[in-house]
């Protein structure tokens, strides 16, 4: 009904097409706490902001981090919900998430490797990100993040670890 209102509002029926096209965007609501900016990238932009635009790539631009609670988890990628790709599976998309998910206080949350990696199948990732795509213009992925998640304590995501491996670089 917005579409109809604007056509009346400024007269013009292409107007009211063209509010229909928004682009597609990376989004998160997330918001990491301020002792988490060592999380931050060279841009300083949070992990929950660059897994968002991770996934995006290989999901037609198009990805949402919420904001976590008490009642509300990441999901692993999923087959039957068709978020299994190569920017999903990989080392990178498991490290940011789980980083996104303990930098808003919810660090119990974050699922082992082997979960969250389980419907993967062949897009499995054997490096931090597939080389043949192209990150977005202003993103780059941290170096704690390239970890291989099966070298984590129980392969699980460690906050101290990845911490240790941040004031190396």
């Known amino acids: ?18 509010a229909l096209l928004q682009p597609r965007t ?10 988490f900016t060592w999380m931050d990238n060279a841009e300083h ?17 198009q990805w949402d981090v919420p904001a976590l609670n008490a009642s509300v988890n ?23 998430i789980s980083a996104c998910t303990a930098c808003q206080g919810f660090a119990e949350k974050t699922p082992q490797w082997t979960v969250y990696s389980l419907e993967c199948g062949s897009d499995l990732s054997t490096t931090y990100f597939p080389s043949n795509i ?3 213009a202003g993103i780059t992925i941290p170096f704690w993040a390239s970890t291989d998640p099966t070298s984590w ?17």
């Open 74 to 96: 990441y999901d692993s990628p999923s087959t039957s919900a068709h978020t299994v790709s190569l920017c999903t599976c990989s080392w990178a998309s498991y490290n940011l």
């Open 1 to 18: 009904m917005l579409p109809i209102i604007l056509s009346t509002l400024v007269g013009s029926t292409s107007f009211a097409a063209a």
């Open 153 to 169: 304590t129980n392969g699980i995501f460690n906050t101290a670890d990845a911490q240790a491996k941040a004031n190396q670089t």
């Open 26 to 35: 990376a989004t998160e609501e997330a918001v990491c706490q301020s002792s």
């Open 134 to 136: 192209t990150l977005p």
């Open 45 to 61: 932009n949070s992990p929950c902001d660059v897994v968002s635009h991770l996934n995006a790539i290989c999901n037609n631009n």
